[in-house]
């Protein structure tokens, strides 16, 4: 397991470290002269080696951190802000404006993807791009939300006009696997429904960030977008603590949400948007397609090293297919190539967590000692930034890597013989995000799926389990999530339904009618976006 540090493409190499040395709140770049944090990638641009230093960023307190938090409320201002009070035509200009901004930053960001976490040059292009197409998306979503609102519906003798208006202050903390689209996933739909926001990058994938802070500066009225930096135990615990956040949007961990929603001292007002772990689980039936299955089981175990909510977490193989599923399986998990990520063909890339081979080290350990087998030949090799993903089998109940979601790159095969066997492991999970169903008997799969669908939120037919594309909905069961989200109902989740209605007399309509005529009014409006 190889890699060679002396043919770094001209267009991906450092050439100089970026030191993030400022933070955007209340519309103004401030400048930071205090403590900070040194930002380094486990990827090596020597052959001895070493971490490389990508640069530094800000290590703000709890100071700071209200002052960002203060900057949105005041952007909010109790709901009679320019942001929530605006037209949505203007709101809309407002991120065309952002993501033409962006668009040029394309290289930048995905030269920072690779180094910062270690996608793949074709992977990081894509979040890039997808992450575009969504911001689109949701625009055109958002003109259709508001072309359908734009009327009055009468009932009872009541006229309403009905619309959906922004819940208020948002806390946005976004992951590091997909540090560009799942946190702009959180952050674009709360912020063009009229909210205001406070967003803290993650740990890893931070540095992709600065090239868009002059965007949100330029493109938002101040103070609708505050960016920070620093340690979430230091930043987001105050702003959770005072009580001033309306909504807590996060993807990540459940053991973080918890911790935060439950700082807050009224959380009955707190609104929740989360994206959580999952242990996904691939079921190979006996009549399965073997081909096919393992190409979309390898994809779905792989991808990005396993580094995805979305990543299938656990194989239930029949025991009458297993020996031929492991045998052909193993050979195309060690065929696949490990390197840099902007090396050719590379689909296994250095771990973005320091520590994260030693944890899953420590999976495949306790695995071993409990019956299971590596029974891939590369399954476990190891370098300073890398262990190579290693097929466990049979795994069994007891064993850590059953339990735990491991986020990485690790594969535990379950040999089964009755269904019912993956299906109560499954309700009994903390889980239940998607699963990825392989089989073809109509007879079979018919009562399968109508149990799998109320298990968990996607079944995903021959096909491995992923989140895309956005206008299907994203969410999940338990401990996956809370409230969906894609292009349309991401929307919705950051929106509440709000109206103005009025008893059908003429005293009434005359007023209605004036303010419609008048167009003094940004919410009553059956203005048609073209």
Known sequence: MKVSFSNIPEAFKITKPINQDSYLVGGELKSWKGETSQVFSTISS?????????????????????????????????????????????????????????????????????????????????????????????????????????????????????????????????????????????????????????????????????????????????????????????VAAPIMQSGKVDVLALIGNSKSANALQNQHPKSNRLRLVLGLEAKNPAIVLKDADLDLAIEECIAGTTSF??????????????????????????????????????????????????????????????????????????????????????????????????????????????????????????AASNYGQQVSLFGQDIKTLAPLIDTLVNLVCRVNLNSSCQRGPDVYPFTGRKDSAVATLSVHDALRSFSIRTFVASKDNDYNNAILKELLDSKASNFVSTDYIL
Not at 59 to 68: I, N, R, V, Y
Not at 128 to 154: C, G, H, L, P
Not at 334 to 359: I, R, S
Request: net charge negative.
């Open 46 to 234: 020597t052959e001895d080696y070493k971490p490389t230093l990508l640069g530094s960023i800000p290590t703000l307190g709890e100071k700071e951190a209200l002052e960002a938090l203060d900057a949105a409320c005041s952007a909010y201002n109790k709901g009679q802000g320019l942001w929530p009070t605006m037209k949505v035509i203007d709101r809309i200009a407002c991120m065309e404006r952002f993501v033409a901004q962006m668009k040029t930053k394309r290289d930048e960001i995905v030269k920072l993807l690779m180094w910062e976490i270690g996608k793949n040059l074709p992977d990081s292009e894509k979040e890039f791009d997808r992450t575009v197409e969504y911001i689109y998306d949701t625009i055109e979503d958002y003109k259709q939300m508001d072309r359908d609102s734009a009327k009055f519906e009468k009932h009872a003798g009541v006229n309403a006009h009905i619309r959906r208006g922004p819940l208020g202050v948002v806390l946005c903390l976004g992951p590091y696997n997909y540090p560009l689209n799942e946190t702009f996933a959180l952050l674009i739909p709360a912020l063009i429904m009229g909210n205001t926001a406070v967003f803290k990058p993650a740990k890893h994938g931070v540095l992709l960030i600065s090239p868009l802070l002059e965007a949100f500066q330029t493109s938002f009225p101040k103070g609708v977008v505050n960016i920070i930096y620093g340690r979430g135990r230091t």
């Open 305 to 426: 090293n396993g580094q995805r909510c979305t990543a299938l977490k656990i194989l239930y193989v029949h025991e009458d297919i297993i020996k031929e599923f492991n045998k052909r399986f193993t050979a195309k998990v060690d065929a696949l190539k490990f390197g840099n990520p902007w090396e050719d063909g590379v689909k296994l890339t250095p771990l973005p967590e320091p520590d994260k081979p030693a944890y899953i080290q420590g999976l495949i350990d306790d695995a071993t000692a409990k019956g299971a087998k590596i029974i891939n030949s590369k399954g476990g090799e190891t370098t300073n930034n890398y262990i190579f993903p290693a097929v466990l089998y049979p795994v069994s109940k007891e064993m850590r890597v059953f339990q735990e979601e491991q986020f990485g790159p690790v594969i535990p095969v379950v040999p089964f013989n009755d269904i019912e066997e993956p299906l109560d492991d499954m």
